[in-house]
């Protein structure tokens, strides 16, 4: 028998990168936090998802709408709750998701009380004038948006120029988050959805997370300024861990880690 030596037995300098790139990769996160939580809430039977600011459902950015179209979502005695304020992206939104069983449409905004409101949105279509559509996405209540809120975290001034030069205000019918809950008997949400453009310490001061236990939340952080902390401060002693991932921040119950240890928190 044939003794090998030492330097034959080590591998080279080449194998060792090649196995530590394999295990980079293996080992590399392929979701952001709410992905994750997607894809664990729709393996439960009769899961409820409650999206706020929901748009028109199909677009690159949104984390909920193939998720619960494709074919893992257990959507038989679920419910998936889609509120969208603007009616021209409501109509669309329905037509996306065509009969999905479950999904339930609300032409509302979910606000800090009910009653009658302005909605701030783009009257055209940004793309026909060579902007990008993310632009239609950036419907608020807050006529601040476009102004003090674009100039403290946006660019390109440009694609403001622009957006104040086509925007118009629009009459909406507001209601709180217990109403939006309470017209469909809903108790729990498994996960909320929030992007509501600068809006969102707003709702999420009114809800009593008591009455309404939510497993997952996530909520875009970007255009809150000083009402980050205050968010962050509201939902850690309603009992939640959190993460910033992109421009959103993630909750999640501290019996739920073990399922974002390798998430991707950035992007």
């Known amino acids: 028998m044939t003794t090998m030596t030492t330097d034959q037995t ?15 990769l293996r080992g590399a996160p392929t979701q952001s936090p709410v992905q994750a939580a997607v894809a664990a809430t729709i393996q439960r039977p009769g899961f409820v998802i409650v999206q706020l600011g929901a748009y028109i459902g199909d677009t690159n950015n949104d984390p909920i709408f193939k998720a619960v ?9 679920s419910t998936v709750l889609l509120v969208e304020p603007v009616r021209e992206y409501f109509e ?9 069983p479950g999904v339930i449409f609300e032409n509302v ?8 409101s302005k909605i701030y ?7 026909d004038h060579g902007y990008p559509e993310w632009l239609s996405q950036l419907s608020s209540l807050k006529e601040s948006r476009m102004g003090e809120l674009w100039d403290r975290y946006e660019a390109k001034p440009e694609y403001q120029e622009f957006y104040l030069k086509h925007r118009i205000e629009e009459p909406v019918t507001c209601v709180t988050f217990a109403d939006l809950m309470a017209r469909h ?30 497993r997952f939340l996530n909520y875009e952080r970007v255009l809150l300024g000083d009402d980050q902390e205050k968010c962050l401060d509201l939902v850690r002693r309603a009992g939640f861990v ?14 739920d880690a073990a399922l974002f240890r390798d998430v991707r928190r950035k992007g």
Do not use: W
């Open 10 to 24: 080590k591998p080279s300098l080449l194998t060792r990168i090649v196995r530590r790139l394999r295990r980079g």
């Open 69 to 77: 179209s494709g074919p893992k979502a257990r959507t038989g005695g």
């Open 92 to 100: 669309q939104l329905r037509q996306n998701y065509g009969r999905l």
């Open 109 to 116: 905004a979910v606000a800090d009380q009910p009653g009658e």
């Open 121 to 127: 949105r783009l009257a055209v279509k940004p793309e």
């Open 185 to 214: 008997g809903l108790e729990r949400v498994d996960l909320l959805q929030i992007d509501v453009e600068g809006f969102e310490y707003e709702i999420l001061k009114t809800i009593d997370f008591i009455r309404f236990p939510i």
């Open 242 to 255: 959190t993460m910033d991932h992109g421009q959103d921040t993630f909750c999640h119950r501290p019996e």
